[in-house]
C-alpha cells in the first residue's frame, strides 16, 4: 500500500479529505439555510446575511470571553439576538420597500451591512478574534482518519438545526403561513394571514440561523467584523448550485461546494480557488438556472 | 424658452467648472475631481440600471479591467497613459459583449448576482496571477513627468473631459432609439420583444457602452492614483456607492445620476472627513434613508416640489 510522507495510507487520506469537505460544507449549508429562506420566501436578497453571522460570532465571544459561557450553550443566546436585530430590520425598513421590488430591497441590505460593521467594529474593534474553549484541539481516531470534537459536533448542530427548520416550516402554524406567503403573497394575505408580520418573522428565523452558525463558525476560525463578504459569496454561490428556497437545495449546495472546495484544494491547490468557484457558480446560473435541486418553498 | 434657459445655466455651470481650478487648493481640486470620477462611473451605471433596469452590481469589474489593463499597458508595452486608458476601455467592452450574452439572459436577482461573481472571479484572478499582475502587493505605475499641482490640475480636466462625455452619452442614449428600446425593456421585458425590440443585442449594446465609459474612469483613475491592488478597483462599495448616486439623483434621467454623485461625494467629503471612526454607519444610513423616502431621486422630489404629503404617500404604496 502507498503512504504519503506524514505515514498515512493514502485511501485514509482521501477519506479524510472526504470528511473535512463534509465538515465544511455543513457549515457552508447552515451558512446558506437562512440566507435562502429570506430569498425564497420574499424575494430579498440580505447581503447584510453575512455580517449577521459575524454578529453571531461576536456575541459567542463576548458570552465567553467576559461570562465564560461555553460556546455550544451560547448558541441559543446569539439565535435570540439575532432574531431580534433580524425581526425589526424588516419590521420597519425592509418592509417599506420589500413590494416594489428587487433594486431597493437589495441596496437598502447593503446599507443595513454597513451600519452592522461599523456598529460590530465600535464595540468590538476590529482585531482578529477567536474562541478557544479547552476542548478545541482535541479529536479522535477512527482507522487513521483525524476527527475533530468541535467539527463533529458542528455537524449534527447543523443536521439538528435544518431538521427543527423544516419541521418548524412544515408543521407549524406560522410555518404554514411562512410557505403560504411564499407561494402568493396577495392569496396568503386574502386568507387572513398578516403579511407585515411573516416577513417580520421570516427575516428573524433567517437571522437566528445565521446567528446559530456565527456561534459555530467562531469555534473552528478567528474573525474580524469585516468577514461577511466572504461568508455571502459562498452563500450566493451555495444557493444558485443547490437551488432557491428549499431547505434541502441549500443543504445540497452546501455538501457539494464543502467537497469541491476540499478535494480541489487538494488536487490543484488553493490557488484560483476563490476564482472557479465564482466561475462554477455563473456557469450553473448560466445553464441551471433552477439549480440542482429547483423549486420553491412549498 | 425654458430650454433656452435651462441650457444658459448648464453652460455657465460648465464654464463655472472650467475656472474653477484657478481658484481652489490642491484638497479640493482632488475631491471634485473625485466627484467627477463618481459622476462618469455613475452615469455609466445609469445605461445599463437605469434605461435597461437591470442591476449590474458587478459593474466595478470594468473598472478594474479599465485600470489594470492601463498599469499593465503603460509598464510591460511601454504605452502612454492615455492609450492604456482607451485600449482598456476597448476591453472592458468586448468582455461585456462576451460575458453579455448568456448572462445578460438572467433577470432579477439573478442577473445582479452573477455580476457580482464574475466581479469577484476576475478579482480573484487578478490577485492569484501574481506573476502578471502584482497580485495583492498592488501595482506601481510610471510616475508622471510634470509638476504634481499641473498634474493634478491636468486630471481634474480629464475627468471633467468624460464627465461631459458620459452626460452626452446619457443624452443621446435616453433620446433615441436606443433609450426607448431600453426603458421599454425595463418596463417590461417580454411585452417589448413582442412589440419588435430584439433585447438581447439592446441589453448587450447598452452595457457595453456602459463598460467603456467605466473602463475609462477606471484608467484614469489608475493614472491619477499610479498604484493600484485588486482590493481598491475591484472594491464592489464603488458599485454601492454608485448605485445609490443613481438613485439619489434619479434613475433613468440623465442628470439624475451625475447630481447624485455631487451630493453624495461632497456630503461624504464635508461630513465624514469631521466622523472618522462612523463614516460607514453614516453612509449606511443615508443608502437606508433614500432608499425609503426618495427611492426615485431629488428630480422626481423636485418635480413634486418637495411636497411632504406626496413623500409620506410613496412610502405607503410602496410598503406591505
Request: hydrophobic share 55%; aromatic share 12%.
Amino acid at each position: 500500500m502507498q503512504t504519503n510522507p506524514i505515514g498515512r495510507s493514502e485511501k485514509a487520506l482521501v477519506l479524510q479529505v472526504l470528511l473535512n469537505g463534509i465538515f465544511l460544507g455543513a457549515i457552508y449549508a447552515n451558512i446558506a439555510v437562512g440566507f435562502s429562506l429570506a430569498w425564497g420566501v420574499m424575494d430579498v436578497i440580505n447581503v447584510a446575511h453575512g455580517t449577521m453571522i459575524v454578529m453571531g460570532s461576536f456575541v459567542t465571544f463576548f458570552l465567553f470571553k467576559y461570562i465564560g459561557i461555553d460556546p455550544f450553550l451560547s448558541i441559543p443566546f446569539s439565535m435570540a439576538v439575532l432574531f431580534l436585530i433580524g425581526y425589526f430590520a424588516q419590521r420597519y425598513l425592509l418592509n417599506l420597500v420589500v413590494k416594489v421590488g428587487i433594486f431597493l430591497s437589495l441596496i437598502l441590505t447593503f446599507g443595513l451591512d454597513l451600519v452592522f460593521i461599523n456598529a460590530v467594529l465600535l464595540i468590538f474593534t476590529g482585531d482578529y478574534r477567536s474562541v478557544t474553549p479547552s476542548y478545541s484541539g482535541s479529536n479522535f481516531q477512527v482507522g487513521g482518519i483525524n476527527v475533530p470534537y468541535i467539527r463533529l459536533a458542528t455537524l449534527g448542530i447543523c443536521i439538528l438545526l435544518t431538521g427543527l427548520l423544516q419541521l418548524f416550516l412544515t408543521r407549524t402554524r406560522t410555518g404554514n403561513a411562512i410557505r403560504a406567503t411564499a407561494q402568493n403573497r396577495q392569496a396568503a394575505e386574502i386568507v387572513g394571514v398578516n403579511v407585515a408580520r411573516i416577513y417580520s418573522v421570516t427575516l428573524g428565523v433567517s437571522a437566528a440561523l445565521a446567528g446559530a452558525c456565527g456561534s459555530l463558525i467562531s469555534m473552528v476560525q478567528s474573525f474580524t467584523p469585516f468577514e461577511g463578504g466572504f461568508f455571502i459569496m459562498k452563500a450566493f454561490i451555495i444557493c444558485v448550485l443547490g437551488g432557491l428556497g428549499n431547505v434541502y437545495g441549500a443543504m445540497i449546495g452546501g455538501v457539494l461546494l464543502g467537497l469541491v472546495e476540499t478535494t480541489g484544494a487538494r488536487i490543484l491547490g488553493t490557488g484560483f480557488q476563490e476564482a472557479i468557484s465564482a466561475i462554477i457558480m455563473i456557469l450553473v446560473l448560466i445553464f441551471m438556472p433552477k439549480g440542482i435541486v429547483g423549486s420553491k418553498y412549498k | 424658452m425654458k430650454n433656452k434657459k435651462q441650457l444658459l445655466i448648464a453652460v455657465l455651470i460648465g464654464l463655472g467648472f472650467v475656472v474653477l481650478p484657478l481658484l481652489i487648493e490642491g484638497y479640493w481640486i482632488r475631491v471634485i475631481s473625485s466627484i467627477f470620477m463618481y459622476g462618469v462611473v455613475t452615469g455609466a451605471l445609469n445605461i445599463i440600471a437605469g434605461f435597461a433596469g437591470y442591476a449590474a452590481f458587478g459593474n466595478v469589474v470594468f473598472f478594474g479591467i479599465g485600470a489594470y489593463s492601463t498599469a499593465m499597458l503603460m509598464l510591460r508595452v511601454g504605452f502612454p497613459w492615455w492609450g492604456g486608458c482607451v485600449i482598456g476601455a476597448i476591453l472592458a467592452a468586448f468582455f461585456a459583449v462576451v460575458v453579455g450574452f448568456p448572462v445578460l439572459r438572467l433577470r432579477g436577482h439573478y442577473f445582479a448576482i452573477a455580476t457580482l461573481g464574475i466581479n469577484r472571479a476576475v478579482e480573484q484572478i487578478a490577485l492569484d496571477w501574481g506573476s502578471f499582475t502584482g497580485g495583492g502587493k498592488g501595482i506601481t505605475l510610471p510616475l508622471p513627468q510634470m509638476e504634481i499641482q499641473s498634474f493634478y490640475a491636468m486630471i481634474y480636466f480629464i475627468l471633467f473631459g468624460l464627465l461631459l462625455l458620459t452626460l452626452l452619452t446619457n443624452f443621446v442614449i435616453a433620446r433615441g432609439r436606443l433609450g426607448y428600446a431600453l426603458r421599454a425593456i425595463r418596463d417590461d421585458e417580454d411585452a417589448a420583444e413582442a412589440s419588435g425590440i430584439f433585447a438581447p443585442s439592446c441589453k448587450v449594446i447598452a452595457w457595453a457602452i456602459s463598460a467603456f465609459i467605466t473602463g475609462l474612469a477606471g484608467g484614469v483613475f489608475a493614472y491619477w492614483f499610479s498604484f493600484i491592488e485588486p482590493a481598491t478597483v475591484f472594491d464592489i462599495m464603488i458599485a454601492v456607492k454608485a448605485f445609490v448616486m443613481m438613485m439619489l439623483g434619479g434613475a433613468g434621467t440623465v442628470m439624475g445620476p451625475v447630481l447624485g454623485a455631487f451630493l453624495l461625494e461632497l456630503i461624504s467629503e464635508t461630513v465624514w472627513g469631521q466622523f472618522l471612526t462612523i463614516h460607514m454607519l453614516i453612509l449606511g444610513t443615508i443608502v437606508i434613508g433614500v432608499v425609503i423616502f426618495i427611492p426615485r431621486g431629488m428630480l422626481h422630489l423636485f418635480r413634486q416640489r418637495f411636497s411632504l404629503s406626496a413623500l409620506i404617500r410613496n412610502i405607503k404604496n410602496q410598503s406591505i
